[in-house]
T-cell receptor, first 107, second 113 residues
Framework: AQRVTQPEKLLSVFKGAPVELKCNYS??????LFWYVQYSRQRLQLLLR??SRESIKGFTADLNKGETSFHLKKPFAQEEDSAMYYC?????????FGTGTSLTVIP | KAGVTQTPRYLIKTRGQQVTLSCSPI?????VSWYQQTPGQGLQFLFE???????NKGNFPGRFSGRQFSNSRSEMNVSTLELGDSALYLC????????????FGPGTRLTVL
């Protein structure tokens, strides 16, 4: 069963516009959720995790247990935000990754 | 600190052959996880090793196996290669696994002809 769903494979926004990358999860336990990012020609790296509740590069994500969502948001997109974004769920035994959303910020 | 390293970076094999991939974790990290990344399926968890023991395993056939050495370096082996095994294989290390932050290597690109 798909544990993490990222409904948008591709997302384009203009520079300065708000951006939201959607992530829904399926897990009956207490979820540990993460966002990973992969910039062009770079390795996959952690962007943020929900338990730290910090903002990285202007991105935030709020865990909504009622809607089982962990959407990634940024109020003003920058060109350097163009990358592949992966939502991930850790159940304590393993990570489950979504299929990713490719974000393009148009200048 | 040096990051996670994977060797080789690229491999070309033919069907039926076997292959061994290597991963050196960040110094001090004891958990190593392996993932298969393909355009259609995204990242799929293969297995995790911690202190030389396989702690968790994903839903892959027995042709996929691994091991971890006392210095935490890990190897992954795929026997009887199939065309569908063509993928980017990523390894990630973390302090103790579980929900720790994972640090990824650059991956090994395996092409099966």
């Amino acid at each position: 069963a798909q544990r993490v769903t990222q409904p948008e494979k591709l997302l384009s926004v203009f520079k300065g516009a708000p951006v939201e990358l959607k992530c829904n999860y399926s897990y009956s336990g207490s979820p540990e959720l993460f966002w990973y990012v992969q910039y062009s020609r770079q390795r996959l790296q952690l962007l943020l995790r929900h338990i730290s509740r910090e903002s990285i590069k202007g991105f935030t994500a709020d865990l909504n247990k009622g809607e089982t969502s962990f959407h990634l948001k940024k109020p003003f997109a920058q060109e350097e935000d163009s990358a592949m974004y992966y939502c991930a769920l850790n159940t304590g035994n393993q990570f489950y990754f979504g299929t990713g959303t490719s974000l393009t910020v148009i200048p | 600190k040096a990051g996670v390293t994977q060797t080789p970076r690229y491999l070309i094999k033919t069907r039926g052959q076997q292959v061994t991939l290597s991963c050196s974790p960040i110094s001090g990290h004891r958990s190593v996880s392996w993932y298969q990344q393909t355009p259609g399926q995204g990242l799929q968890f293969l297995f995790e090793y911690f202190s030389e023991t396989q702690r968790n395993k994903g839903n892959f056939p027995g042709r996929f196996s691994g091991r971890q050495f006392s210095n935490s370096r890990s190897e992954m082996n795929v026997s009887t290669l199939e065309l569908g095994d063509s993928a980017l294989y990523l390894c990630a290390s973390s302090w103790a696994g579980r929900t720790d932050t994972q640090y990824f290597g650059p991956g090994t690109r395996l092409t099966v002809l």
